[in-house]
């Protein structure tokens, strides 16, 4: 499991890495029209694998992997499922494609490209079922290998045709290419067991297990994609790349501070044996996104401009410099959410989790169709915040029962001070001062020493928490928990 953790960030980096690159290589109009099929892509792809690829995890794991007769029978019928439903959805996607030209472009010249996102959601769902089959046979070493070179391989593809013809059929050929790479990679490992099972698994038990889990994914996809649909129907490709791109930059909070806080707790949550051990799970894991998550996010806030001159290129992109701080002085909602979510999938309470996607999806719906058509850009990200607000307080009121052990109201007090403080100079300093890109590095260096100073005189820190350090930081890095 630590190789796919590591994978998870390599192929983060490369993912920044294409997108740094694709969008040096076209226009601000052509990265829309990309962002209006990789939103569609997206929905299409939830709504293709309907938990398929969950469901491929679970019965191949559960009746043995690959020694087990039953395990390779159910593998085969989960594919077959999968390519049903893929089927049917891509079929779907590529008759209304002109429609989705006309909503997103306003014309059907760009066709095409919804065309090609076709076969960008068919190789995508029938991929994730391989992986979800890989996964369950707990090759976990075979699918980062797997997942990390076909992602090399696609990203450098990619960039060296973009340097050559800066056009966006490039990247969408890219994915295909990807997904293409790992189904036949890991077909060509299992085909021969596959192809020889032989039993009668039924596919009402396979259907049964994956359609709740299917439901409650295109619940979560609406509301974390449906702020973007609006902006791409009631805008232009303009405007929807210069959203996206702030998106994507904001992102970056995701796998550096949310990621490893929600990946630290799920086996905590999964290996408690009272209700007391889940409350402290929970305690510890919101006490460390008071100091990583919140001091991140606001940082992000002081330096949005340099961020998307960086990542973006500047120009038209820095209209979405609001955008970009507004999802980050707002992010510490998402991180609850996040947190909150994965403590009650991880005890089982998935009917919970439905419901916050349901009231996120209907509140991002709502609110992007009320404000977009007045505010434009700025109507959608009030959208995609008052979705992290609201998700937050949904999961804290079902999640309330395990909040009991929560930190002194005095404790997340001063750990707002503590970020604040930097974050208000730094803000301060882009606005009136400089905000070119030199300034990154600088200013992040004085977020940080201001930061620890605030941290260090508020006693923020405790014997618990050194201990945790200490034996989670490098043998160098030890001594800042001790200066702490």
């Not at 056009?167 to 790992?182: D, N, P």
């Not at 998935?350 to 007045?374: K, Q, R, Y």
């Not at 923020?460 to 928490?465: F, H, N, Y």
Request: with cysteine; aromatic share 12%.
């Amino acid at each position: 499991m630590g190789l796919l953790t590591l994978q998870n960030l390599a192929t983060s980096l490369l993912g920044f890495v294409f997108l740094f690159v694709l969008i040096r290589s076209v226009t601000v109009y052509q990265y829309g029209v990309y962002s209006a099929v990789l939103v569609i892509v997206s929905i299409a792809t939830t709504i293709a694998g309907m938990g398929v690829n969950l469901a491929a995890t679970r019965f191949v794991a559960l009746h043995g992997g690959e020694e087990d007769a039953q395990s390779w029978d159910a593998a085969k019928k989960i594919l077959l499922l999968s390519l049903l439903l893929t089927g049917v959805t891509t079929s779907f996607l590529l008759v209304i494609s002109p429609l989705l030209s006309l909503y997103f472009v306003k014309n059907t010249a760009w066709t095409w490209a919804f065309l090609m996102g076709g076969g960008w959601v068919f190789t995508a769902s029938i991929a994730n079922t391989f992986m979800g089959l890989l996964q369950g046979l707990k090759r976990y070493a075979q699918l980062a290998k797997v997942l990390f070179f076909s992602r090399l391989a696609m990203t450098a593809l990619t960039i060296a045709l973009l340097y050559l013809f800066r056009t966006i059929e490039l990247a969408f050929l890219g994915w295909i290419v990807f997904y293409v790479l790992i189904s036949l990679w890991i077909f060509s490992s299992i085909a021969k067991n596959l192809l020889a099972s032989k039993a009668d698994y039924r596919y009402s038990t396979i259907i049964r297990y994956s359609v709740p889990l299917g439901i409650a994914t295109i619940i979560a996809i609406f509301a974390t994609s449906s702020d973007s649909v609006v902006v791409g129907g009631y805008l232009n490709p303009t405007s929807l790349g210069i959203y996206q791109a702030a998106i994507s930059v904001s992102t970056v909070l995701g796998v550096v501070a949310v990621t490893p806080l929600s990946t630290a707790l799920f086996p905590e949550i999964s290996s408690a044996k009272t209700p007391a051990d889940i409350s402290n799970g929970v305690r510890l894991t919101l006490r460390f996104a008071t100091f990583i998550v919140l001091p991140t996010s606001l940082f992000v806030v002081g330096v949005s401009t340099q961020l998307l001159s960086l990542f973006a290129s500047g120009g038209a992109y820095l209209a979405g410099t609001f955008t970009l701080e507004l999802i980050a002085l707002f992010y510490v909602f998402v991180a609850i959410q996040t947190v909150l979510l994965v403590l009650l999938q991880a005890i089982g309470k998935t009917l919970e989790v439905i419901l916050v996607g349901a009231v996120t999806a209907a509140t991002d719906i709502g609110v992007a169709l009320l404000l977009v058509p007045h505010f434009g850009l700025a109507g959608a990200v009030t959208s995609r915040v008052a979705v992290s607000v609201d998700g937050a307080t949904v999961a804290m009121y079902l999640s309330r029962k395990y909040m009991g052990s929560l930190d002194k109201r005095d404790f997340y007090v001063k750990g707002i001070f503590s970020s604040f403080v930097p974050a208000l100079l730094i803000f301060i300093l882009s606005t009136y001062v400089s905000s070119r890109l030199l300034t990154l590095i600088p200013y992040a260096i004085v977020f940080a020493v201001l930061y620890l100073l605030c941290v260090k005189a508020l006693h923020l820190v405790t014997q618990e928490d050194r201990s945790y350090l200490t034996h989670t930081l490098p043998g160098r890095l030890r001594k800042l928990a001790d200066y702490l």
